[in-house]
């Protein structure tokens, strides 16, 4: 007998959610747990591991496997759990304070090995669960309780930096936007590979309206650049659109007419699959408020990944030297008697 579909509410656990009012990780939390039944992997043999910070309550909330582990070492817990048990779909959840400051170095090392797992960076541009100090992705300038006089920091872009780590998917998608988040989670998943996914996320408290242009489907179409593979950059609404174009690498905005042809016109088609990393770097370099900002999949691209070839590795060593037996290494060379 065929086991029943799982729904969303099969993936809600018991737990008590407990975010600001207005928080995007409520959205977030409500998208992931409609996509996850449409994966086709067990609960079993799912696995949510975070960090700290409000983002890491998020194994709480999933009525699966969950690791709610220490500040920015979710990655490195992830890989191993992926490396022990491959057959695992590995999810990580971590904010732009965790996973970029104290958690970079760990996360730099998660991306370019290239586990096939996801990581959604939810980036608010500021420390929520300590109460609103300046994070790693801030504007500069902004004022907060630990820079009072105005951030003097330059930002980390989070995609830059995966891009930088060798990623071989990375997308940015926005909490609000429910379509396209569910369908940047799918593309995740079946990604084979590490899935950096950067989840633009409002922190009502703290940092209110920080992607508002963004959020607000008013605002939305002239401030954001809606990535689609094998189509040409063009934002804006009807009679106000506008393109990309990109020459030496350097970007520029090109003003089109209803009627222009874009390609025509020299606007950039989108290629995900680009195999250097030169063409989304450019992309991830497009910011507010001088060009939009560029949502949707920036790269696709296959490579091996660390877990497989770390088991060809396993399993030529016990081909060529046998299973190998632990007792007999524990008492092979050199050994000593403790005495009490």
């Known amino acids: 007998m065929a086991a029943p579909a799982l729904t969303r509410k099969d993936f809600v656990s018991d737990q008590d959610v407990r975010w600001c009012p207005g928080c995007g990780d409520y959205s977030i939390?409500?998208?992931?747990?409609?996509?996850?039944?449409?994966?086709?992997?067990?609960?079993?043999?799912?696995?949510?591991?975070?960090?700290?910070?409000?983002?890491?309550?998020?194994?709480?909330?999933?009525?699966?496997?969950g690791f709610h582990t220490i500040h920015g070492r979710a990655p490195s817990f992830a890989s191993g759990i992926k490396a022990s048990n491959p057959d695992l779909?590995?999810?990580?959840?971590?904010?732009?304070?965790?996973?970029?400051?104290?958690?970079?170095?760990?996360?730099?090392?998660?991306?370019?090995?290239?586990?096939?797992?996801?990581i959604l960076l939810f980036n608010n541009r500021i420390y929520g669960l300590t109460k609103g100090q300046y994070s790693p992705t801030s504007e500069v300038g902004l004022k907060t309780k630990s820079t009072p006089g105005g951030s003097i920091d330059h930002p980390l872009d989070p995609l830059s930096f995966a891009i930088g780590a060798g990623a071989t998917f990375v997308a940015?998608?926005?909490?609000?936007?429910?379509?396209?988040?569910?369908?940047?989670?799918?593309?995740?998943?079946?990604?084979?590979?590490?899935?950096?996914?950067?989840?633009?996320q409002n922190c009502p408290v703290f940092n209110d309206e920080t992607w508002g242009e963004l959020q607000d489907k008013k605002t939305r179409a002239a401030n954001s650049l809606s990535l689609a593979h094998g189509e040409p950059l063009v934002y804006g609404a009807p009679g106000e659109r506008k393109g990309i174009h990109l020459e030496g690498g350097r970007p520029s905005i090109?003003?089109?007419?209803?009627?222009?042809?874009?390609?025509?016109?020299g606007v950039v088609v989108h290629d995900e699959t680009t195999p250097t990393a030169a063409y989304p770097f450019a992309l991830?370099?497009?910011?507010?408020?001088?060009?939009?900002?560029?949502?949707?999949?920036?790269?696709?691209?296959?490579?091996?990944?660390?877990?497989?070839?770390?088991?060809?590795?396993?399993?030529?060593?016990?081909?060529?030297?046998?299973?190998?037996d632990l007792e007999a290494l524990l008492h092979s060379g050199d050994t000593w008697t403790v005495d009490g």
């Not at 409609?34 to 999933?62: A, D, K, Q, T």
């Not at 998608?173 to 990604?191: F, G, N, S």
């Open 172 to 200: 940015r998608t926005i909490d609000v936007d429910a379509p396209h988040l569910q369908e940047t989670l799918r593309r995740a998943h079946a990604h084979k590979g590490t899935s950096f996914v950067e989840i633009l």
């Open 29 to 65: 939390l409500a998208n992931v747990q409609r996509v996850m039944p449409e994966l086709g992997v067990e609960r079993e043999n799912v696995v949510f591991v975070s960090g700290i910070g409000c983002s890491s309550r998020f194994p709480y909330y999933m009525n699966t496997y």
């Open 254 to 265: 090109i003003d089109l007419s209803d009627d222009d042809d874009p390609v025509a016109k």
């Open 89 to 118: 779909s590995v999810w990580v959840v971590t904010g732009d304070g965790d996973g970029l400051s104290i958690g970079a170095n760990h996360l730099l090392h998660t991306v370019r090995r290239n586990f096939d797992l996801q």
């Open 284 to 324: 991830a370099s497009l910011a507010r408020p001088d060009f939009p900002l560029p949502v949707g999949v920036f790269r696709a691209i296959d490579k091996p990944c660390y877990e497989e070839m770390l088991q060809d590795q396993v399993d030529t060593a016990i081909a060529q030297r046998g299973a190998g």
